[in-house]
């Protein structure tokens, strides 16, 4: 017989992967297919690789799955990751400021970033992708003009050894910090009001506000946290490289939407979670080191990917009829 305890756990399992049924077993295939086709991935040194190498996409893509659930899209993200960055790179090694004090100013800069796009869609009405594409090229163009378009190098030493000692053998600092970003971000959406008015904006936005959600105020902070977490993932891709450029971030915006997407959460909002988004970033992070290790080029990769995008919306489709 099963006992209680066992039936809790599969009902708690059944629960955090409800509606992520077909990413999972595309996961599951995923790797069992690698596992075969080369005798190095399917090793725990290659598996700590895989999850520092989709540090910077996880974040971004908890981020992207708040603004996709309220019905919305952030094209913005790659250049407020660069922009935040820069500033921090400026901050730090030419206006001589303390490393932690760097990091926070580049944060609130990305979150200023982000509420001008929730602010221009919120109260002046203007359309997510026009806003977040205005953004996209002002923030970019900020990055740039921050430090003349030079990359700044060679930070204190901490802050490189982040992403480099894996603590217990295992984990970088970074790879924790992703870790309790979901987890924080996945209670909020699972267990508070907040995370459940999301849910009512994006199913429909004119119920929610009769229903008495304040949706103008929730849309500013999707924005605002979407901006915030760029920047924290921007922070974690300075550390790993030792290094901030303001080319930084380009076309991620496209990874973090797909890795949503792929997830299974729905374009048009009110559906889905961050359990789909993880498998998603996942699905990403493997196949690009599945198609590596194979030793297919960049360009084909791109191909694969966009190949991969377009099955899991038309999946969606399907699904919906």
């Not at 099963?2 to 629960?15: E, N, P």
């Not at 929610?208 to 902070?221: D, E, P």
Request: charge should be positive; charged fraction near 10%.
């Amino acid at each position: 017989m099963v006992s209680d305890s066992s039936k809790t756990g599969i009902s708690v399992l059944a629960r955090l992967f409800s509606g992520t049924t077909g990413p999972l077993i595309g996961l599951f295939l995923l790797v069992a297919y690698l596992s075969f086709a080369t005798d190095t991935f399917f090793t725990l040194r290659n598996f700590l690789n895989i999850l520092d190498q989709i540090t910077v996409l996880g974040i971004l893509a908890i981020g992207m799955t708040f603004v996709i659930l309220i019905g919305g899209i952030d094209l913005a993200v790659g250049s407020i990751l660069a922009l935040c960055i820069m500033v921090m790179g400026y901050l730090v090694k030419e206006a001589g400021l303390p490393m932690w004090l760097g990091i926070v100013l580049g944060l609130t800069v990305a979150g200023l970033a982000g509420g001008v796009s929730g602010t221009l869609i919120a109260f002046f009405r203007v359309p997510a992708f026009i806003a977040t594409l205005a953004m996209m090229s002002a923030a970019r163009g900020l990055a740039n003009m921050v430090t003349d378009g030079h990359q700044i190098i060679s930070f204190p030493i901490w802050f490189n050894l982040m992403a480099l000692i894996r603590h217990g053998g295992f984990l970088t600092i970074t790879v924790a910090v992703m870790f309790v970003v979901f987890v924080v971000c996945w209670l909020y959406l699972r267990f508070t009001s907040g995370g459940r008015s999301l849910y009512a904006i994006g199913g429909n936005e004119e119920v929610a506000r009769l229903a008495g959600i304040n949706v103008k105020l929730h849309t500013v902070g999707v924005y605002v946290v979407s901006g915030l977490l760029a920047g924290l993932a921007g922070i974690m891709l300075g550390a790993r490289l030792d290094s901030v450029q303001p080319s930084a971030g380009f076309t991620y915006e496209l990874d973090a939407i797909a890795a949503v997407v792929i997830g299974g959460t729905s374009l048009s909002g009110g559906t889905g979670g961050l359990t789909g988004t993880a498998i998603g970033v996942l699905i990403i992070g493997v196949l690009r080191n599945g198609l590596n290790l194979l030793g297919v080029s960049p360009f084909t990769q791109q191909v694969v990917i966009g190949v991969v995008i377009a099955l899991a919306v038309a999946a969606e489709a399907l699904k919906k009829k």
